[in-house]
């Protein structure tokens, strides 16, 4: 076994027993593997231990991969679009991603729905919430979502999905799971108004088991699977 289908393993140990914990499934939470500035050759790997749900953050590199695949006529992953999202590349997700995982305004969501190719299912929408309030980070504040899901849920293109946030770096496991409890209860007053909203994307390496206590659907693994990355390897968006 090699050092990423070891590391896979390892992560779904992780998923299985913190769900275990709460009294959830495993299967109720998505392991989402974050292969950006990771070549494909990586990507090959964790596919071949199983995994088909992949995160990038950067448009380019994350259609040059999805791409690559098609190519070699892997046709049963899933891409997800998990980085900040400028209008100008909103086109190049439309065209290929599975997922957004952040729509903060009605002007992106708007260009991602009039973009969305007609021969495609719509695309899946997150909202992307700035629920520690860090200047750094986008999304919108809790107060802002009744009014901006609805506005995406009207939009022919898209199929909103959830929500999703980027809580501040906390290494106690007890204000991690306060916050995640915060997104659980807008994530459940959402899900009970919209049919189609099932997703609720919180969780990385390191905090994991807390969002999965309070609720998490989908958990973004990069680290714990592929190993640090190098500043130097961030490609341009």
Known sequence: MNDIADNLAQVRQRISAAA?????????????????????????????????????NYVQEGVEKIRYFREQRQTDLTWHFIGPLQSNKSRLVAEHFDWCHTVDRLR???????????????????????????????????????????QVAALPGLTLRGLMAIPALEIDYHKQFAVASQMAVAFGRLKARYSTVDTLSLGMTDDMEAAIAAGSTLVRIGTAIFGARHPAARPAQ
Request: proline share 4%.
């Open 20 to 56: 275990q914990r709460c009294g959830r499934s495993s299967e109720e939470v998505t392991l989402l593997a974050v292969s950006k500035t990771k070549p494909a050759s990586d990507v090959e790997m964790a596919i071949a231990a199983g995994q088909r749900a992949f995160g990038e």
């Open 108 to 150: 992106i969501a708007t260009r991602l729905s009039e973009q969305r190719p007609a021969g495609l299912a719509p695309l899946n929408v997150l909202i992307q919430i700035n629920i520690s309030d860090e200047h750094s980070k986008s999304g919108i504040a809790l107060e802002e979502l009744e009014a901006l899901a609805q």
